[in-house]
Each structure stands twice: as structure tokens, then as C-alpha cells.
T-cell receptor
Framework: DTGVSQDPRHKITKRGQNVTFRCDPI?????LYWYRQTLGQGPEFLTY????????KSRLLSDRFSAERPKGSFSTLEIQRTEQGDSAMYLC?????????????FGSGTQLSVL | KQEVTQIPAALSVPEGENLVLNCSFT??????LQWFRQDPGKGLTSLLL?????REQTSGRLNASLDKSSGRSTLYIAASQPGDSATYLC???????FGAGTTVTVRA
């Protein structure tokens, strides 16, 4: 169990550019979640996958955002035509359904700064 | 829509004092409630998870209670230490809703 890993840790980009983040969940976990967190706020749910299927998307996830989990393992979150309001910490979490408690385990996040 | 509130937003205590952190939620139809700790600029570390059928969970100096009927959970941290300084967040599922957190400072 190596934990949830996210790459990169930090990303600085110019407004209008596209960015892509990667998340590797805990290997046996079938659920994967993406959250966004701004300073002083709790994480806001964006979307989640069960295996490769994207089961739910928040209304926060505009059409500039797309997430994939093609083989049911790692996931990518892409933001197209970034805006300054996209600056935030993007957190990934994973869990295993069918277990007694189904705890969420989080990665360290990707801090995005849009200039 | 599930609303999760954590009060107070910030708390400062001297070392050794017990901490009481509150979490309230509007929809009692929850699957479970999980408490997390977050250090500045870092991800979230799971502390305790309480199933909807449980009343409390304990781990070391931490104890979390759940009262679904009143929409409340409380996290108790006994004999606080400076290393407990962090932001504590609660999250309720299935709606995957987080509170904004309580930032705790334990003064040596």
C-alpha cells in the first residue's frame, strides 16, 4: 500500500493554457474521486469513478473540465482554457467499496496557480 | 442538498487542554461520517470513520461521536499537544460533502 499519489505537486500556468493532472489510487481501490479546495474552504466534490465508469459529476465541473479513468486504475483530470478562478488545490481520493467502512484516502494534491 | 457546518472556524488552546470540535449536517440520511486532519498545503489524513449505525469511534486520544437524529458529530481530542495543530474537517457520505474545517492551534 503506497497510498494515493498525485502528479505534479505544483503547476503554474498562464490563463488560456490547458493542464492535465494525474492520480494513482491505492492499487486495489475501485472508487476514485476528484475534489477541488480553495484556501479556507473544505474540499468540493467534482466527480467520481467506480472502476472505469464515471458515475457522478458535480455542477461545478464545467465543460472545460474532463476526467478519465480509462483502465480503472489511474485517472487524469484535464482543464482546458484555464481561468484565474481555476486556481486551487486539486485533490484525489480513493476507496474500496464493499468494505465495512469504505474510508476515503487522499493524495497530497496538485496546487494549480493560473496567472 | 447536504450542508455541513463546522463551528468554530478557529480555536486556540494551551497544551494539555481537551479539544472539542463540532460538525453539523442538515440531512440525517448519511452513509457514514469521516473526520480528517489537514496540515497546511497538504492532503487530508483520515482520523476516524463512524458508520451511520454507530454512535462513536475511538482511536488513542481521539473520540468521535455521532447523533444522526440531531445531525451532529463531535470530535474530542484529549490532552492536546502542539503537534495536534492543524485543520480538522468532517465529511458526510453518500453526498460527499465536507465542512470548511476548524483550524486548531495548540500553544506550548
Amino acid at each position: 500500500d503506497t497510498g494515493v499519489s498525485q502528479d505534479p505537486r505544483h503547476k503554474i500556468t498562464k490563463r488560456g493554457q490547458n493542464v492535465t493532472f494525474r492520480c494513482d489510487p491505492i492499487s486495489e481501490h475501485n472508487r476514485l474521486y476528484w475534489y477541488r479546495q480553495t484556501l479556507g474552504q473544505g474540499p468540493e466534490f467534482l466527480t467520481y469513478f467506480q472502476n472505469e465508469a464515471q458515475l457522478e459529476k458535480s455542477r461545478l465541473l464545467s465543460d472545460r473540465f474532463s476526467a478519465e479513468r480509462p483502465k480503472g486504475s489511474f485517472s487524469t483530470l484535464e482543464i482546458q482554457r484555464t481561468e484565474q478562478g481555476d486556481s486551487a488545490m486539486y485533490l484525489c481520493a480513493s476507496s474500496l467499496t464493499g468494505t465495512q467502512d469504505e474510508k476515503l484516502f487522499f493524495g497530497s494534491g496538485t496546487q494549480l496557480s493560473v496567472l | 442538498k447536504q450542508e455541513v457546518t463546522q463551528i468554530p472556524a478557529a480555536l486556540s488552546v494551551p497544551e494539555g487542554e481537551n479539544l472539542v470540535l463540532n460538525c453539523s449536517f442538515t440531512d440525517s440520511a448519511i452513509y457514514n461520517l469521516q473526520w480528517f486532519r489537514q496540515d497546511p498545503g497538504k492532503g487530508l489524513t483520515s482520523l476516524l470513520l463512524i458508520q451511520s449505525s454507530q454512535r462513536e469511534q475511538t482511536s488513542g486520544r481521539l473520540n468521535a461521536s455521532l447523533d444522526k437524529s440531531s445531525g451532529r458529530s463531535t470530535l474530542y481530542i484529549a490532552a492536546s499537544q502542539p503537534g495536534d495543530s492543524a485543520t480538522y474537517l468532517c465529511a458526510v457520505r453518500e453526498q460527499l460533502s465536507f465542512g470548511a474545517g476548524t483550524t486548531v492551534t495548540v500553544r506550548a
